[in-house]
Nanobody
Framework: QVQLVESGGGLVQPGGSLRLSCAASGSISSFLAMGWHRQAPGKQRELVATIARGGIINYADSVKGRFTISRDNAKNTVYLQMNSLKPEDTAVYYC?????????WGQGTQVTVSS
């Protein structure tokens, strides 16, 4: 059983920054990959960024150049640094990890970008 706990969300003005954290109960160095997804009201959940165990990183086109995903294996934590935030980035952000054929999700953290 893997538990993922997100934190770091909040209210920020357009152009501002936030850093999200996802703390895992297991050793993330053994996970094949971890990722961040988001879901805005009335929309489907969408992929934001992923980081594989080997270090390969992928971003959604909408966040390239503004968001950075990283991992700290010693702390079993994955981060999402979000810069130049836009109102359209407003969503609940979820961390996930596929482990042994099952995908685990955190409870989500709300990010609201508004003036």
């Amino acid at each position: 059983q893997v538990q993922l706990v997100e934190s770091g969300g909040g209210l920020v003005q357009p152009g501002g920054s936030l850093r999200l954290s996802c703390a895992a109960s297991g050793s993330i160095s053994s996970f094949l990959a971890m990722g961040w997804h988001r879901q805005a009201p009335g929309k489907q959940r969408e992929l934001v960024a992923t980081i594989a165990r080997g270090g390969i990183i992928n971003y959604a086109d909408s966040v390239k150049g503004r968001f950075t995903i990283s991992r700290d294996n010693a702390k079993n934590t994955v981060y999402l640094q979000m810069n130049s935030l836009k109102p359209e980035d407003t969503a609940v952000y979820y961390c996930n990890a596929p482990v042994l054929g099952r995908t685990y999700w955190g409870q989500g953290t709300q990010v609201t970008v508004s003036s």
